[in-house]
């Protein structure tokens, strides 16, 4: 997935495209029923020839929910109601059973930074339709980039500590924390956890990311993108999100070398199919 546009006006984060006739959701979509869309996804992904990345994002693209509980499990699509997480939702569609869905396809299309069936941006945020495809930016710069810009200012004090004669430690992500929100990232969890209402398990060092809670992290993270555009002036603002943005790139180059060492090392095993679906609870949007 590339950079994203630059946003040198803070008010540009979260502006989706312009073309609104592109969007299919619509008042009559978002009534549509859960289970309808998934019998249809099932049928779609299941014809000859048909690509089921198409028909996952077609579906996406309609699903009415903005959060849902699935076998215990919470998946939360529109972070704060603004923010949506597209692969959260694609990973509840593709634990489906019955999905003509390869495992190592699936797992390629949820750690793959790049997107679904060779789609370009534009492309993708086409055919979500105009307000996912805003939400989507909201996530892009207020997840993505965030912990780009955490791992870029981390890696900044780990420098400056080397600079100075010392060696690495484990405060460096605290210190990211401060520079970033100017609180302690203990107190900044506190905080988080108090006005939410979210909980997540913790440990005395490291990121929240880090510790098992990824989805429980990447609202934290939106939590945090919020609270660094109140506190920072605009030129803060717009620098440190140019930051973020080439951290995320430098990861996606990385990546890129990754995958082309993973594809030269031989092909990866199916393990068989994903657990079958049980019970669902779900809130619209």
């Known amino acids: 997935m590339s950079a994203g546009p630059d946003p040198m006006d803070p008010a540009e984060l979260g502006r989706a495209p312009t073309d609104e006739s592109a969007g299919p959701i619509t008042a009559e979509d978002a009534a549509t029923d859960p289970d309808t869309l998934l019998e249809q996804f099932r049928l779609n992904a299941s014809r000859p020839g048909a690509d089921w990345r198409l028909a996952l994002i077609q ?45 190592h396809e699936r797992e390629l299309l949820l750690t793959d930074p790049q997107l679904p069936a060779g789609l370009d941006e534009e492309e993708f945020r086409r055919r979500l339709g105009f307000d996912k495809a805003r939400a989507l930016m909201n996530y892009f710069y207020g997840v993505t980039v965030e912990q780009a810009l955490l791992l870029a200012v981390e890696e900044e004090v780990r420098k400056r500590r080397y600079a100075r004669g010392f060696s690495p430690s484990d ?32 440990r005395v060092t490291g990121a929240p990311r880090t510790q098992g809670n990824l989805r429980a992290a990447d609202r934290f993270t939106y939590w945090l993108f919020k609270r660094r555009f109140k506190i920072a002036d605009p030129a803060r603002i717009a ?43 779900g809130a619209r949007r």
């Open 239 to 281: 620098s440190d999100t140019r930051k973020g943005l080439e951290q995320l790139e430098r990861m996606r180059l990385a990546h890129t070398r990754l995958r082309v060492a993973a594809r030269a090392a031989g092909p990866v095993v199916d393990e068989g199919p994903a657990p079958k679906r049980r019970r669902r609870t």
């Open 171 to 202: 405060d460096s992500a605290g210190n990211a924390y401060d520079i970033l929100y100017s609180a302690r990232l203990d107190d900044l969890m506190t905080d988080f956890e108090a006005e939410t209402g979210e909980t997540f398990g913790r």
């Open 59 to 103: 579906t996406m693209a309609l699903w009415p929910l903005s959060e849902e509980e699935l076998d215990g499990r919470r998946f939360v699509y529109l972070i704060a109601g603004e923010a949506f997480d597209w692969r959260s939702l694609a990973e509840r569609l593709l634990a489906e059973p019955d999905l003509p869905v390869p495992d």
